[in-house]
């Protein structure tokens, strides 16, 4: 564990430098924060929401209102529509991270001289992915928390729906496992590119799919309920199983000496 903080550390240490990396970590999770907050205190103070509730709501929507007031009901529905934006800070802010901590040791000829340490590379693996995980995880976490008590401010008839256990395995289960995803996904596109920013690039089509549910659920044809984000779990915690033994299998200390050139 002593060597596995090291490297989170020393990691933390180069990559916060870059100044868009911290852009990525503070500015992203506060603007998404801010955004919801925003539209639910403007629209409170216009009067729209009862409208918002006649007009706009999808009928499949209902379920999740029940014992809620129609005033409240729209307020969920309104707040509920920027819950995958909170599942994409985890898989965004991991990428940008990622890239420069990893792609970066090859640009830089820094790698090499790590490995000449006595460290295993499940150790040096573990630590790089760690470093641009968690910081993901905790901004996520911290922003959630700030439009939590945002929310409990405009609309406090919502509090409850806010954390029960759709909201909870979204942002406390969902988002690390797509953040491990993320961190997994960029140090195998390490292993082929040169450049952290083309790094970034390739590995960032991995939000694509939230977005597309995203799209769904603004236009309707998709619901987020506790069915899917169960499904999304469970579909994601597959899938990092899979590309945990794939990054592993990348990224051999023979491979990494004799290839990353």
């Not at 405009?154 to 406390?172: H, K, Q």
């Not at 082929?192 to 939000?207: D, G, K």
Request: charged share 15%; net charge positive; glycine share 6%.
């Amino acid at each position: 564990m002593r060597k596995i903080r090291t490297i989170v550390a020393k990691e933390w240490r180069e990559v916060f430098k870059h100044r868009f990396v911290l852009f990525t970590v503070v500015f992203m999770p506060l603007m998404l924060t801010a955004i919801p907050l925003v539209i639910l205190f403007t629209m409170q103070g216009s009067g729209d929401l009862a409208g918002l509730a006649q007009t706009d709501m999808p009928p499949r929507f209902a379920r999740l209102c029940e014992g809620l007031s129609s005033e409240a009901c729209a307020q969920y529905f309104l707040v509920s529509q920027f819950m995958l934006l909170f599942m994409l800070l985890p898989l965004a802010i991991p990428v940008t991270i990622a890239s420069y901590s990893i792609v970066g040791e090859k640009t830089t000829r820094t790698l090499e001289p790590l490995l000449a340490t006595p460290i295993r590379t499940w150790e040096l693996l573990v630590g790089k992915s760690a470093a641009a995980a968690l910081p993901a995880i905790g901004a996520t976490w911290l922003a959630f928390g700030v439009f939590v008590a945002g929310a409990s401010i405009g609309a406090p008839g919502i509090l409850v729906r806010l954390l029960d256990a759709l909201w909870l395995v979204a942002i406390f289960v969902v988002g690390p496992l797509l953040a491990v995803a993320a961190v997994c996904v960029a140090v195998m596109v390490s292993s082929r590119v040169n450049e952290p920013r083309a790094a970034e690039q390739i590995t960032m089509l991995m939000v694509i799919p939230l977005l597309g549910l995203f799209f769904g659920q603004i236009s309707g044809l998709i619901l987020v309920d506790r069915t899917l984000v169960l499904w999304m779990a469970l579909g994601v915690g597959l899938l990092d199983v899979v590309l945990m033994a794939l990054a592993i299998q990348l990224f051999q200390r023979e491979t990494i000496l004799t290839r990353w050139k």
